[in-house]
């Protein structure tokens, strides 16, 4: 009898309830990932690997094709005092991070996860108080199955309800209006009135450029205004965005700007927007999501939105969607290497000699042919 779209799925590390979604499994030699140009035989390696970031036996875990080998690695006593410090903050972003990318760059399991609709996804391991399981007693957090439905989600072209939750106040600068609905094709954005609020520069997420820490991108925008004064690191301390441009379009503080920032501001918006849609998977993630619809700053600003009325030059916009461009151009670079690594691992290789030496000739392919590509776009 065929499950109901309500009854939750569960799965394990070698079964499922419905027998169809074995492949959910972080564990999964056959896909493959890739993060930050480095290949992974799977998600399983990445995360343990970066339980011990910066340290020998991270790059020991990455470049192992065994991921029970990896595993029996993590889980050695011997080697705990290597885990990074902070594991207990991040670890749920560098899952998030890992199943990301592997629905994403693997375009069945996108189709074999959004299959499952709106179903609740469980995680059953044997761990008593498991954390990314269900655990043997039930009483496990199901951290995985959270992740596995939040990335869902993601696909789905849906917005996480954690997104957002303190928007800044930015009216006094930038008309505050209730939402406009866009035309066919197209996306509006500006405050948290508006879906796709993440792709707004006053969005609450730090950004880091140049070894400094910004609050959000408006304030390294703003206080590259002031490069090189004391206003500049006033408005790097500024605790919204919307103080920040106080401080920054003060009658007081306009003989302090730059004398060329006419001519810079442009660049500097584009870097600031490239940190955070590079140091931030969610904002990426949401970008990647609109595919090729127009992306319209949907405010009464003539320069970098449309003017309200269409006659603005929306700038912002546009460097949204070159930003977008070039993370679809990288992805479809990365697609057939992947591809051919799963394909390669579901074949019988008799010697694990050869398997080590495919694995790192697949790295470096996946290496030349992101540089290549990189070298391309800066000398068209």
Known sequence: MASSSLEPLVFTDTKDTDGQYHELVNANPNYPIVIKSVLWLCVENFV???KFQGTPLATKIQKTYDTEQARNLEQNTAVLDFVRHDWHKVKDEVMLDGLRAKFTQHKDLKKLLLKT???QIIFKDSIPGSYWGKGSDGAGSNKLGQLLMRTRVELQGRRPQTYGSESENTSDFHESIMPDKPPKGAIYFHDDKYPFFEFSP????????NGSKWPTVSHYYLGQRFAGSKLEGKIQECGSA???MKVAYSP???DFVRTDWKDVKDPVMK???KAKFLQFPEAKHLLLSTGH???THHCND???GDGLDGEGQNMLGNFLMDIRKELQEKDSVVRPILQAMGASQTSNSSKDAQKTRQFAKLQRDVNTTIMTTDRKRAHP
Not at 203 to 209: D, G, K, M, T, W
Request: no cysteine.
């Open 252 to 254: 007081e503080n306009q």
């Open 117 to 119: 609709g709106n179903r």
């Open 48 to 50: 343990q690997s970066q």
């Open 293 to 295: 619809k127009l992306l």
């Open 202 to 209: 006053y969005f609450p997420h730090e950004v880091r450029i």
């Open 271 to 273: 870097t600031g927007l």
């Open 302 to 304: 003539l320069y970098w």
């Open 242 to 244: 919307g103080e920040a």
